[in-house]
């Protein structure tokens, strides 16, 4: 088992503590025996000191247990979920420090209850397992959380942005187009830009981007199908791992090449600088203070936003998922990605992020999300574009979507567009928004007429609304929930 110098403590006093309860000593006792005092002996329990030999052979003697055994990192049955964490690299690679946790108050924690930290340990193991989450989606998750807990805000990284901008004398209304970006890697970073060359290397037809590190000066091969928008959030994100000077950093587009929870965490700082240089904190708040002040809905302003920022429309609602909690008081929000190719009603939601107390939508296993939601219907309505060999542009739908059980209502917005470079692959974009009585008052436009409204669901597995046209599988979870319930009150009514 490969592990740190802390987790090898921890071991050692996790077997200690569990040789010595399993005796039925106490401290006392055993410091009588080992002559060592209660204070060390208890230091070394909650992993805070590792003796020496000499100290050891006296617990082994104490305990009556052989030299060999007390410092195997091997552990007990009822203590191996402990051991498969501290074997992961969960605790060596995540940096607990940012979601406020002291890595030595979790040792001690470990230490002070570990059957029962073992067996809530277990628990998770098995959850993961039963759900094949990989280390990699372990990272994801860590990730998410910890952007949710910041509510998606990093002032550090919005103030590393704006210095930048100062340094390049880019002017308060001038925006950053590839060209201009592209300029800045090649003449202040010594860079080579260049295609991917898809017959020498197939296997990168689908990537978007490649850096090749070199000292001599670092070389970002694209995939000649990008669009121009595309090319500068590459290049503002190159800028990013420099100018912030990010090491352990990812080389590709392809997520799965993480290898280590800084890599992501790394990714995401660099793709947040270069959204924040390509679309001003300052001019995305005014543009959307006035768009909310509109009395009717009005998508194409949306879209020209999003042209006017020279971004992709889901770089313009994860921007907005950085403002509007902090400069609009909206911090009740969702952002979904879903993916789906032409004429299969088949959805994957590929990326989501809750900034909410409430979680709409979710990702579900083996279920059906809900068709009614405008995140699907936009693609079916892209879908059908482009079996007419239209040319589609950027679509924009809003919904008001009052789910069914709860009663919860949100306004989303969804945006859909062609994936490039992959064909006949559409993706949507939604942000959405609880619509609480304080938001209500912020938007002006939810009262026009023309803005749809339905109700929706999670999944068609556990949904009530049986006259639904869009339903594709049975409510097999509702109708389980229902048959439990009543098994309840008859057992209730035998008892009573």
């Not at 959805?347 to 068709?371: A, G, L, N, Q």
């Amino acid at each position: 088992m490969a592990i740190n110098t802390d987790n090898v403590r921890l071991v050692f006093g996790l077997k200690l503590k569990q040789l010595r309860l399993d005796k039925g000593m106490s401290l006392s006792e055993l410091s009588q025996k080992s002559g060592l005092s209660i204070s060390y002996i208890n230091e070394i329990e909650k992993a805070k000191k590792y003796p020496k030999s000499d100290k050891i052979i006296a617990l082994a003697a104490a305990m009556d247990v052989d030299y060999d055994t007390l410092v195997s990192l091997k552990l007990s049955k009822r203590l191996e979920p402990i051991s498969d964490l501290l074997s992961s690299n969960v605790l060596t690679e995540l940096p607990l420090e940012l979601f406020g946790i002291d890595p030595a108050n979790l040792l001690e924690i470990l230490s002070d209850a570990p059957t029962k930290i073992s067996a809530f340990v277990g628990t998770l193991i098995e959850i993961a397992r039963n759900y094949n989450m990989s280390i990699e989606k372990f990272y994801f998750s860590a990730l998410r959380t910890y952007q949710e807990m910041h509510d998606n805000y990093f002032e550090d990284i919005e103030l590393e942005a704006e210095q930048f901008l100062l340094e390049q004398n880019v002017k308060p209304e001038q925006l950053l187009d590839e060209t201009y970006l592209a300029d800045i890697l090649i003449s202040r970073f010594n860079y080579k830009i260049e295609s991917i060359n898809e017959k020498a290397n197939p296997e990168f037809s689908s990537v978007r981007s490649l850096t090749v590190t070199n000292p001599a000066g670092n070389r970002l091969l694209l995939n000649t199908q990008l669009s121009s928008v595309q090319r500068a959030f590459i290049y503002g994100r190159e800028i990013g791992y420099l100018y912030l000077n990010l090491k352990n950093r990812l080389h590709t587009t392809a997520l799965v090449e993480a290898e280590s929870f800084e890599q992501l965490l790394n990714n995401f700082k660099a793709s947040y600088f270069s959204s924040a240089i390509i679309i001003k904190r300052n001019l995305l708040v005014t543009a959307i203070g006035d768009f909310f002040a509109q009395t009717t809905w009005q998508p194409e302003k949306l879209i020209s936003l999003i042209h006017h920022f020279n971004t992709t429309p889901e770089s313009f609602c994860y921007r907005l998922s950085n403002i509007l909690p902090r400069y609009f008081g909206i911090n009740q929000i969702f952002f979904s990605r879903f993916n789906n190719f032409v004429g299969q009603n088949i959805f994957d939601m590929t990326k989501e992020m809750h900034i909410s107390k409430k979680h709409y939508p979710h990702t579900v296993k083996d279920e059906h999300y809900c068709r009614r939601w405008v995140a699907l219907t936009i693609l079916n309505d892209l879908g059908e574009i482009i079996t007419a060999k239209g040319q589609p542009g950027i679509l924009c739908k809003a919904q008001k979507s009052t789910y069914i059980d709860t009663k919860d209502e949100y306004l989303v917005v969804s945006f859909a567009q062609p994936m490039s470079p992959t064909p006949n692959l559409n993706v949507s974009v939604s942000m959405g928004i609880y619509l609480d009585n304080q938001t209500r008052e912020k938007l002006a436009f939810l009262n026009d007429p023309n803005l749809n409204a339905r109700e929706v669901n999670q999944t068609c597995e556990r949904c009530s609304l049986f006259e639904c046209r869009e339903r594709i599988a049975a409510p097999v979870i509702l109708q389980k929930k229902h048959k439990n319930e009543e098994l309840r009150k008859a057992l209730k009514r035998m008892i009573n």
